[in-house]
């Protein structure tokens, strides 16, 4: 064959791969912000509202990963990873403030690395959400919250394999161990505050 069949099949072969990935990469960016705003309705408790954009997001994870069937270099990327990422940590910090149990992997149809990486971005959430009951003075709820991140935390600490194969999980699990800490200093403030200001009150009223 001469160089310019060869140019001719080169060249066809990457216009199917490009359009493959012009398919995909606008869906994957739909899956992170169908996500991203379903976060926001579980942190205003609109459940409902987010169950619909999970929905989308999930249907947005489809698509994209239709169009990169037989392309498993742009499987790859890094890009479907980040919104399947960010899709289980949507569905997963729905079931943690909803007290439900985790849907695993399986179940959500992600790969274990975009699970446990999206699992480690819910350490994030849940201290916002237990800031929110803090102001609200839901101690109880905010102390069963405190215990699921230490649950999550301890599992992620188990991972210890490379980077390559978990998708940079070491870096994620010490962030969510600086804001697990930092979580716990501020429960315990505002218990031993509310402990204080419930013996002044007992005090007064003797």
Partial sequence: MGLDG?????????DVKMAAREKALPACRRAIRSSANAIRAIHRDEFDKAQDLMAEARGSLDEAEAAVAGHPDLRHAGWLHD????YAEARLTF???RGEDLPGPEELRVDIPAWLNGLSEVIGELRRYILDLLRRGD???????????????YLLVTIDYPDAITGNLRRSTDVARSILEKTRGDLTV???QKDLKDAIERGGGS
């Fill in 6 to 14: 060869f140019a001719s099949r080169f060249q066809e072969a990457f």
């Fill in 83 to 86: 919104s399947a990422k960010e």
């Fill in 95 to 97: 079931a943690s403030v």
């Fill in 139 to 153: 101690y109880e709820r905010c102390e069963k919250l405190l215990s699921h991140m230490d649950d999550m935390y």
């Fill in 190 to 192: 505002s218990l031993v």
